[in-house]
């Protein structure tokens, strides 16, 4: 008889961007839209980012994580799944939530772009002025 799988979902949003993730007890493999997550965060410093939750609370190498991620660019992707693993993981067992929150993993990051506004270049930029 097969053992049942028991999923944890998460849902993590930074700027634009917003990932799902599912994580379940495994060996530690990260697949990140259908890509091995080494492929898809080839950058050092966003593969450090992602992890941080999962070395945090100490599960590293124990669960597998699932992850859908569209809309934004490289940061705004990588904040995300890292809201949405640490999100899952509360899930998963609340009494991971303490060290999460002290990291503060669990809180989303608001910040956006700033609108652009009328008659002017840009968001905070203005047209050269001229007296006369």
Known sequence: ?????????????????VARVRIS????????????????????VTQKMVLS???????LGKINAHVHVFGGGVSGQTGAIRLGIARALCEMDISLRVALKKAGHLTRDGRKKERKKPGQPGARKRFQFSKR
């Open 53 to 59: 939750p999962l070395e945090i609370t100490g599960v």
């Open 25 to 44: 007890n495994g060996e530690g493999k990260i697949v990140v839209n259908g890509r091995p997550f080494e492929e898809y965060c080839r950058q050092e």
């Open 1 to 17: 008889m097969s053992e049942l799988l028991e999923e944890f979902l998460g849902t993590g949003r930074r700027k634009t961007s």
